[in-house]
């Protein structure tokens, strides 16, 4: 597969992970999930406040957060690691016949034009008939979204015909509304070989710092919009 994004090797040999990667890389099935809730309120309520999607609100802070970890942008080559610059993520989509797609949403410098790029692309994926639309490589986060019920996780298809590079793959379920919370169901599954749960830690770290960054550009944003008061009104 091809990948869009720059990538360097990534030392196996004097890495403080090496045994447990050359333990793991032989598994059959070596992935892992770790399932759990992200509290997104601030994000659920930035989307509404400005008229985005909070779906896609979920998806940017996810992908911001796994360009942030290290462990989310190692991929394995053969017998060899490298490590990708940047990532885009690859998302089902459910077309109009509920049958899915799987399409790429590239990475954008914020919030609001990934969600305007995003939409737009999404869109014509739902009427289309394609079961792969745009990049597809090793450089992607695979998500999915389970939203018509609650769900504690999820276990993911592979294929044992393939040429496992380890990409992570992140379920979202049925968002969890109450008054003053919104949690969102999430399920994270890496390669054993290249992280272990502590580097979910760390993946979780980054997404609510992710999700207090936006809130905050959006407050500094509306701030700076808001006209001066004339002195001859005071």
């Known amino acids: 597969m091809t990948s869009k994004y720059n990538k360097q090797p990534f030392p196996v040999e004097g ?84 049958s899915i797609s799987f399409m790429s949403l590239p990475h954008q410098p914020n919030l609001s034009e990934f969600c305007t790029h995003s939409r737009a692309l999404i869109s014509a994926a739902q009427a289309g008939k394609q079961l792969f639309i745009g990049h597809q490589g090793p450089d992607l986060l695979h998500l999915t979204t389970l939203p018509w019920f609650k769900s504690t996780g999820i276990e993911h298809a592979y294929s044992v015909n393939s040429q496992e590079t380890g990409v992570p793959k992140i379920a979202f379920g049925q968002l969890e509304v109450q008054p003053g919370k919104v949690t969102l169901p999430l399920s994270v599954s890496l390669h054993h070989a290249l992280a272990d749960g502590y580097h979910v830690h760390l993946f979780l770290q980054q997404m609510e710092r992710a999700i207090n960054r936006l809130t905050e550009e959006y407050t500094v944003e509306a701030s700076n919009q808001k006209e001066p008061v004339s002195a001859g009104f005071l």
């Open 15 to 98: 890495w403080a992970r090496e045994e447990q990667f050359r333990f793991f890389k032989t598994f059959t099935q070596p992935f892992f999930n770790v399932h759990t809730q992200v509290d997104i309120t601030p994000l659920y309520q930035l989307c509404k406040e400005q008229n985005l999607s909070v779906f896609l609100g979920y998806l940017y802070a996810t992908l911001e957060a796994a360009r942030a970890t290290v462990s989310f942008r190692l991929r394995l080559e053969g017998d060899d690691v490298v490590l990708y610059d940047g990532l885009d993520l690859s998302t089902t989509v459910l077309r109009q016949d509920h």
